[in-house]
T-cell receptor, first 108, second 112 residues
Framework: EDQVTQSPEALRLQEGESSSLNCSYT??????LFWYRQDPGKGPEFLFT???AGEEKEKERLKATLTKKESFLHITAPKPEDSATYLC?????????FGKGTRLHILP | DTGVSQNPRHKITKRGQNVTFRCDPI?????LYWYRQTLGQGPEFLTY????????KSRLLSDRFSAERPKGSFSTLEIQRTEQGDSAMYLC??????????FGSGTRLTVV
């Protein structure tokens, strides 16, 4: 069965302390891996789509990378406003399947 | 067009009552999805429309749940005889392709 597993479940960092979030996936024939950001009480907000191993995408302090088995979301010198839940998802059939997310808290 | 709109934002209902949620997608998006999200979990797929046709329903969608998308525009999700386990955030998303989802802010349902 297709699965998306994210780790860690929660992460607390000091402002400026860089780190990475992990998303491992098992899906036959990857048709896209997605990263979303979700703030409390709101819907997920699209960040990146990755399609093939070796692909990288960047946006401000975030960089997403993809291998054949996992994806990483690297956060460089984070700020308190980067605090959110980060969701990883994969395309399967005509829909996307989400992991449980990583709750990121950046302390000032 | 300012994005995907969901109403109401919050709904508190007594167990056994029926509730209906509405989703207005981005106008040019022909695909519309409903997801459910509980605390500490990622969104779980419920159902999917392409235009007015409901193409897939999850096993999570029991007989008490029904979704419609008349004329391929807005969509409604109805839950009959609500149970406490139905308490969750119900998210709607729309897209042009299978991957460029735009989510609404969700409807938070509390069943008491």
């Amino acid at each position: 069965e297709d699965q998306v597993t994210q780790s860690p479940e929660a992460l607390r960092l000091q402002e400026g302390e860089s780190s990475s979030l992990n998303c491992s996936y098992t899906v036959s024939g990857l048709r896209g891996l997605f990263w979303y950001r979700q703030d409390p009480g709101k819907g997920p907000e699209f960040l990146f789509t990755l399609y093939s191993a070796g692909e990288e995408k960047e946006k401000e302090r975030l960089k997403a990378t993809l291998t054949k088995k996992e994806s990483f979301l690297h956060i460089t010198a984070p700020k308190p406003e980067d605090s959110a839940t980060y969701l990883c998802a994969v395309a399967r059939d005509d829909k996307i399947i989400f992991g449980k997310g990583t709750r990121l808290h950046i302390l000032p | 067009d300012t994005g995907v709109s969901q109403n109401p934002r919050h709904k508190i209902t007594k167990r056994g009552q029926n509730v209906t949620f509405r989703c207005d997608p981005i106008s040019e998006h022909n695909r519309l999805y409903w997801y459910r999200q509980t605390l500490g979990q990622g969104p779980e797929f419920l159902t999917y429309f392409q235009n007015e046709a409901q193409l897939e329903k999850s096993r999570l969608l029991s007989d008490r749940f029904s979704a419609e998308r008349p004329k391929g525009s807005f969509s409604t999700l109805e839950i009959q005889r609500t149970e406490q386990g139905d308490s969750a955030m119900y998210l709607c998303a729309s897209s042009v392709t299978e991957s460029d989802y735009t989510f609404g802010s969700g409807t938070r349902l509390t069943v008491v």
